[in-house]
């Protein structure tokens, strides 16, 4: 029941006011057929739409079924609409871009009604009216009659309490108004049919009852009716009207599908900001690729190394220097503070850590290694005869180890090289060219440089080379020249593969002297080694490999490389000698000086007694004095027995001939420095000092004070000054020669990098340049200059006879014994043991263990007039050494130096004989060569053992940069830990200059890219605003659309989701336009970026995610876009909207 209660409805137009509908109050049966007559502007379509729920009453009341709808709100009368009122309207209002069948299904859709269900009704309501086989025609298609009954079932199809006709028949002819009003005649039947109309003839033929209005007043109504006065009776709760956004995308494309060619263009236009994002993030992404990948292989070449001692960078770049006033210089403390940064780790507890909890570090990395810093040991074996391979004792000749070689430019002078323990770390990097990689600890592999080179060391190693090609050029850079350079030569790879090699622990080269007491190295005793070979692990090469085109820089050094379980073998085995037995059971003793750690004493441990035997007598008749020159010591002669405790047999052997790597000396020369002269001097003076006061020809304190007085006094200043200044010049030149060689080497360099292809390419380039001609005559100029200084060092005679001259007059002043008692003492001093233990304690200090070694072998083959010329200039020079030392202590007695002893070479060199064979004579040298200042773990590591807990380095290998950071993370956990337990030794310090530079790099390309995207935005917010006046105009082109759907109960966020709709569905258009035409590009950016970077391995690439998300970013900026014109659809009028035309 439908009751109106003195409504009043009031057009407002500037000043004017319009009334309506005048204080209008009627009441409507359930079920009957009404007529609204009245003459245009009489409120006739107002009392309707009124009555519909479109148009809101002024004042008054409207009843529906006992309820007031005062408190109506928007969504109580869009319920009402769509569930209770069924409209009719003069000019039909279908929808044109829908089928007659989607018209109908429109109101059912919003009601919120399941497909099928809703279809099957629209179906039936069409056949209702006489359309059944028109369904899927469209409103265009229809005559107006046609069009009119598609109205009417849309009207029905949803069961309406109250049909609503505006002007039904108002548009069409006699007959087929007929047709519709019988069908309106139909419907009243059931239901409640109000229809409005100009044709009294049709409403008196078919109306139950005729309401006539005129001046917004009812003036005659034919049949009342009076509603029984009861209470207020609640409605039936009703579902509320909701269009599904299905609905609205819906309407907006069959929409936008009308307009074809415009959506397009709207669409293109925006895809233009998509297009050039799409193909900036498509470049950025195949650069990020890159980037990754060269970080992946970076972090495999340079991956995170944690060493024992480690030094904190950071602290010599930071900035603790004040601030300099004007005219001072603030000190800077840059190695002060490098120093003090340094820190010892304590690896073997970080890998505790590690091992007791793998999770948190497990998943973010590839591998992670323990490492000992051991070399091995390497023989290989040509024509019976066993050669070393590695460490190469040639270029130990030349002071060249690893890092020395690194740091002239000549790469690593190790050939063979532990693999990583995780295959899939280096394989991906590498091609086989022959053969395959290692399976097992007795294959190695050959690993080839970029474009197949392999260097001439390794070849050397693998026996391709002559070494006595090695060896020649090696002697002609000790004497400052150069070899005629060959050709580089091309080898089958296949020559390479089924060579074979040893390892051996170092320790299985040495063996106990008793004699001695000293583990002697026996690297070049084939015997010894062709028994201890059997040991070994025997290898051999079973393929070659070569870094791939796209590989930057290989992680794998370049030569032969074995699985790291050689290592741990080798390590294993180590501990089973003797040699490494006795020093674990003696950690605080060196066993190759017998001293504790800390305390040098080489020559303790050589014991010169067992390597010779001195013939007395022989010796006796070898040495005379010259009694003239003694003063009263006429007729004295060398007592035998005493000549052999004074001359040392250490001190034979210090002054044997010395060998370089070039060839044998024919004369050595006994040249002590300055500094252990004066020794040397001091020495012998307090022990004579004592030597007098014992025998009381002088009292011990005036002559030590005599001594001393003179040491420091002008007259011996004076005399020795020429000498001094001589050699601080020499060291000056010296210096300088050295710092202008290595700025000439600096500046060349750079020259050099700047003409090449690739000037990044540091170590490739580096290495090229040190072996050019340029550099080579640079350091040959470098080693002439330096080499007339190398004898500057010595005491020239007029040096001496200066000293000796200034101290006679000084010992005439202090009124000391006379020559000739000083003299018959000192006869009888300088036989004394400790005289001649002295002497010979300072000869050995100056012998190179290492070249005294190569020249026992070449006295043991020399002949017997070498051995005399030897034993010459030996003697010769001892003389005048003893002769230069007497001078200085003793004053007149020594002022002729040359005439004070007479010698025999050839009786002298009949008097010695050595005990030891050539074998173990090199063996007691390699080991004193070997007995340098070391520490109980340099000692092992010497030997190749080292504990589990003796690590060198753990070396990280992150899968790639984002999870180096979960390993970051994982450090900084323990380290806080560490602090926490109050245990700062524990803290893990290490430097990251690879990561931090790839990381700065990745974070410039991605600013490069996010400044171009900022900048192809630009075009993206104009898209947004073009589509928001197309979506403007297009609700100005819907309008009557907007009346239709808020006439049947759609509410006002319908409407703008309809509009919303097409926003969404003209920014999708738009992304999937320029994600296919920035895909369509890429090819031909990627060609166009490959020429210019010359980095065949970039390519353009837009990812799928990137991909739909540049859609959702052009839908979302064209649904903010359409915001506005959406909004302002769903305020619109829906009574203006009606009578807007299309």
Do not use: C
């Not at 089924?498 to 070049?524: E, G, I």
């Not at 059997?534 to 050094?557: F, R, Y």
């Not at 001496?800 to 000391?816: C, D, G, P, T």
């Amino acid at each position: 029941m439908l009751e109106i209660k003195a409504i009043e409805k009031v057009y407002h137009t500037g000043s004017l006011d319009q009334v309506a509908l005048n204080k209008v109050s009627i009441a409507f049966r359930d079920s009957e057929f009404v007529a609204i007559l009245g003459p245009s502007g009489s409120g006739k379509t107002t009392l309707l739409n009124v009555i519909g729920g479109l148009d809101r009453y002024d004042d008054g009341d409207l009843v529906i079924n006992g309820v007031s709808t005062k408190e109506y709100k928007d969504r109580d009368w869009d319920t009402y609409r769509n569930h209770t009122i069924g409209f009719v309207f003069q000019s039909y209002n279908l929808i044109a871009h829908q089928s007659i069948l989607s018209n109908v299904e429109l109101a059912l859709t919003i009601s919120g009604m399941s497909r099928d269900k809703r279809t099957e009704k629209a179906k039936a309501a069409l056949e209702r009216v006489g359309l059944g086989d028109h369904i899927h025609k469209k409103p265009s298609e229809l005559s107006g009659g046609q069009m009119q009954r598609v109205a009417i079932a849309r009207a029905l199809v949803n069961d309406p309490d109250i049909v609503l006709a505006d002007e039904p028949t108002g548009a069409l002819d006699s007959e087929t108004s007929v047709q519709i009003m019988d069908i309106l005649k139909e419907i009243a039947q059931d239901r409640l049919v109000v229809m409005v109309t100009h044709n009294p003839e049709l409403a008196h033929q078919y109306a139950e009852r005729i309401v006539t209005i005129k001046d917004g007043e009812i003036i005659s109504d034919t049949n009342p009716y009076q509603p029984p006065k009861h209470a207020q009776v609640a409605d039936m709760p009703k579902k509320k009207a909701s269009m599904s956004f299905l609905t609205a995308l819906s309407l907006s494309f069959n929409n936008l599908w009308t307009k074809k060619a415009r959506t397009f263009l709207v669409s293109f236009a925006g895809s233009i900001g998509i297009i050039g994002i799409a193909l900036i993030m498509a470049l950025s992404s195949g650069v990020n690729a890159y980037i990754e990948g060269l970080e992946e292989k970076t972090l495999a070449q340079y991956p995170m190394t944690i060493s024992k001692t480690s030094m904190d960078l950071s602290a010599m770049m930071g900035n603790n220097t004040p601030q300099a006033k004007k005219g001072q210089a603030a000190e800077s403390q840059t190695i002060s503070s490098m120093l003090n940064g340094s820190s010892t780790n304590d690896l073997a507890h970080f890998r505790d850590y590690l091992e007791s909890n793998p999770q948190n570090i497990k998943k973010a990395v590839n591998d992670i290694e323990y490492s000992y810093d051991l070399t091995p040991t390497v023989f290989r074996q040509k024509k019976g005869k066993i050669i070393q391979v590695q460490p190469n004792n040639a270029l130990s000749q030349l002071g060249i180890g690893s890092s020395m070689s690194s740091m002239m430019g000549l790469g690593d002078t190790q050939i063979f090289h532990a693999l990583p323990g995780n295959k899939a770390i280096y394989q991906d990097q590498y091609k086989i060219k022959e053969g395959k990689w290692p399976t097992n600890k007795n294959e190695v592999i050959v690993v080839l440089g970029r474009k197949n080179t392999i260097s001439d060391l390794t070849l050397y190693g693998m026996g391709l080379r002559n070494p006595e090609t090695l060896e020649a050029q090696i002697k002609a850079f000790q004497k400052g020249k150069t070899t005629k350079k060959s050709k580089p030569k091309t080898y089958e790879l296949k020559s390479f593969l089924n060579r074979s090699f040893t390892f051996l622990p170092p320790a299985a080269l040495y063996t106990y002297n008793s004699k001695q007491k000293t583990w002697n190295d026996h690297s070049t005793d084939q015997k010894l080694l062709a028994k201890q070979i059997k040991k070994g692990i025997h290898v051999k090469i079973v393929g070659v490999a070569s870094p791939k085109d796209q590989t930057e820089n290989g992680m794998l050094s370049s030569g032969i490389s074995y699985l790291p379980e050689i290592d741990t073998t080798l390590r294993e085995q180590a501990k089973t000698y003797d040699v490494v037995k006795t020093q674990l059971k003696h950690p605080k003793i060196n066993i190759f000086t017998n001293e504790s750690f800390g305390k040098s004493n080489v020559k303790k441990a050589f014991d010169p007694s067992h390597m010779f035997t001195i013939d007395a007598k022989k010796v006796s008749s070898a040495f005379q004095v010259n009694k003239n020159a003694a003063g009263n010591l006429s007729n004295m002669k060398i007592d035998p027995r005493t000549l052999q405790s004074s001359i040392n047999p250490q001190a034979f052997a210090s002054l044997m001939p010395k060998l370089d790597v070039t060839s044998l000396l024919s004369s050595v020369k006994f040249n002590l420095p300055e500094k252990q002269t004066q020794q040397l001097l001091t020495t012998i003076v307090q022990g004579y000092g004592d030597y007098l006061t014992s025998h009381h020809i002088l009292d011990e304190k005036k002559l030590q004070q005599t001594m001393t007085d003179f040491l420091t006094s002008d007259e011996f200043k004076k005399a020795m000054a020429n000498s001094t200044t001589s050699n601080t010049k020499s060291l000056q030149e010296t210096r300088n020669v050295l710092s202008k060689t290595m700025q000439d080497i600096a500046k060349g360099y750079l020259a050099y990098a700047q003409k090449q292809a690739h000037p990044e390419n540091f170590e490739e380039n580096f290495n090229h340049y040190m072996n050019s001609p340029e550099v080579n005559t640079l350091v040959t100029s470098s080693v002439n200059q330096l080499t007339p200084n190398a004898s500057q060092n010595q005491l020239d005679d007029k040096t001496i006879q200066a000293v000796s001259q200034a101290f006679r007059h000084y010992l005439k002043k202090a009124n000391l014994p006379t020559s000739k008692q000083l003299g018959e003492a000192f006869t009888a001093y300088v036989r004394t043991p400790k005289v001649s233990s002295a002497i010979s304690k300072v000869a050995m200090s100056a012998i190179n263990t290492k070249d005294l070694e190569k020249a026992m072998q070449k006295q043991m083959q020399a002949s017997s007039s070498g051995m005399q010329k030897a034993m010459t200039t030996m003697m010769a020079s001892l003389t005048k050494g003893i002769a230069a030392q007497i001078q200085k202590s003793m004053g007149a007695l020594m002022s002729n130096p040359s005439s004070l002893m007479s010698f025999d070479p050839t009786a002298f060199a009949k008097a010695i004989k050595m005990n030891l064979s050539e074998q173990d004579l090199k063996a007691l040298m390699n080991s004193l060569m070997n007995s340098s200042d070391t520490t109980y773990e340099d000692n092992l590591k010497s030997l190749g053992y080292a504990s589990k807990d003796q690590l060198s380095t753990i070396t990280v290998y992150p899968k790639d940069f984002s999870r180096k950071k979960k390993v970051e993370k994982v450090l900084a956990s323990y380290n806080k830990e560490m602090k926490a337990q109050k245990l700062k030794k524990r803290v893990i310090t290490y430097n990251d200059t690879m990561g931090l530079m790839l990381k700065n790099f990745t974070s410039m390309v991605n600013t490069i890219s996010y400044v171009l995207v900022a900048l192809v935005s630009i075009s993206l917010v104009v898209s947004s605003i073009m589509i928001g006046v197309i979506t403007y105009i297009s609700v100005l082109e819907r309008r009557k659309e907007i009346g239709i759907l808020r006439a049947i109960g759609a509410s006002k966020r319908n409407v703008a989701q309809v509009f919303n709709a097409e926003t969404i569905i003209t920014g999708a258009l738009s992304g999937v336009i320029g994600i296919a035409i920035a895909t369509a590009l890429m090819p031909v950016m990627t060609k166009i970026v490959q020429t210019v970077s010359k980095r065949p391995d970039i390519v353009t690439t837009l990812p799928i995610p990137y991909a739909f998300g540049l859609i959702v970013i052009s839908i979302v900026l064209t649904l903010i876009g359409g915001i506005i014109p959406s909004r302002r659809a769903s305020r619109s009028d829906p009574v203006s909207a009606l009578r807007s035309s299309d």
